[in-house]
C-alpha cells in the first residue's frame, strides 16, 4: 500500500465549477500535513498547509480528518489558472520527512 | 530574493558517463533535500542534509548515487555510472527546519541518459 493515495485523476471541470481533492495517508504518526501544486514541467510549490480544524485560504479549503487518515482539498469558483497537479504531502519520521503523493491532475476549461 | 538554484537545467548524456547535479540553497536555510521524480514512481526523496550533514539516504538508489554537501551554500548529486533508468527530473529543496517545513524548491535538472 502507498503510504500516501491520490485519484489520479485528471478531473476535467469548466470555470467557476466547485472542485474536491481526496486523499489518504497510511502512517497514523504523521504529524503535518500539506499540499502543494505543481504546473506541468516546473517545480513543486506549497499551496497550503492542513490544520485539524480545517482552514481556507482563497477559494481553496483544506480539512483534516485524522481518525480516517483522509486529507481534503475543495477547490471554489475555478480558474482556468487552477489547472495543474495537486500533489498531497504528510510528514513522516523525526526530522519531518515529506512523503508525497501520486497527485492529482485538474484541467480546467472555459 | 533568489530562490533555489539549480544547474544543468537540462542534461543528455550516454550510459556509463559521469553526471554531476548541483544546488545552491536559499540563503539562511539550513536543510537540504534531494529528490527524483518520474511518471512511474512519482517524486521521491534520495537524500536529506541538516547543517551540512547527510541524514538520511535510505533513498539513495544505488552505490552508483552520491551526494555532498561541503558546505552551507552548494550541494552536489553524481550519479557514476548512469543508466537510462536514472532518467527522470532531479529536484533541490532547501527549507528552515524550524520553519513549518515548508520545502522550497528548484527549478530541477531534467536528465535523459541514452
Known amino acids: 500500500r502507498k503510504e500516501v493515495e491520490q485519484d489520479p485523476g485528471p478531473f476535467n471541470v469548466p470555470e467557476g465549477a466547485t472542485v474536491a481533492f481526496n486523499c489518504t495517508y497510511s502512517n497514523s504518526a504523521s504529524q503535518s500535513f500539506f499540499w502543494y501544486r505543481q504546473d506541468c514541467r516546473k517545480e513543486p510549490k506549497l499551496l497550503m498547509s492542513v490544520y485539524s480544524s480545517g482552514n481556507e485560504d482563497g477559494r481553496f479549503t483544506a480539512q483534516l480528518n485524522r481518525a480516517s487518515q483522509y486529507i481534503s482539498l475543495l477547490i471554489r469558483d475555478s480558474k482556468l489558472s487552477d489547472s495543474a497537479t495537486y500533489l498531497c504531502v504528510v510528514t513522516a519520521g523525526g526530522y519531518n520527512k515529506l512523503i508525497f503523493g501520486a497527485g492529482t491532475r485538474l484541467a480546467v476549461h472555459p | 530574493d533568489a530562490g533555489v538554484i539549480q544547474s544543468p537545467r537540462h542534461e543528455v548524456t550516454e550510459m556509463g558517463q559521469e553526471v554531476t547535479l548541483r544546488c545552491k540553497p536559499i540563503?539562511?536555510?539550513?536543510?537540504l533535500f534531494w529528490y527524483r521524480q518520474t511518471m512511474m514512481r512519482g517524486l521521491e526523496l534520495l537524500i536529506y542534509f541538516n547543517n551540512n550533514v547527510p541524514i538520511d539516504d535510505s533513498g539513495m538508489p544505488e552505490d552508483r548515487f552520491s551526494a555532498k554537501m561541503p558546505n552551507a551554500s552548494f550541494s552536489t548529486l553524481k550519479i557514476q555510472p548512469s543508466e537510462p533508468r536514472d532518467s527522470a527530473v532531479y529536484f533541490c529543496?532547501?527549507?528552515?527546519?524550524?520553519?513549518?517545513?515548508?520545502?522550497?524548491f528548484g527549478p530541477g535538472t531534467r536528465l535523459t541518459v541514452l
Open positions: 529543496a532547501s527549507s528552515h527546519s524550524g520553519l513549518a517545513n515548508e520545502q522550497f
Open positions: 540563503s539562511g536555510h539550513n536543510s
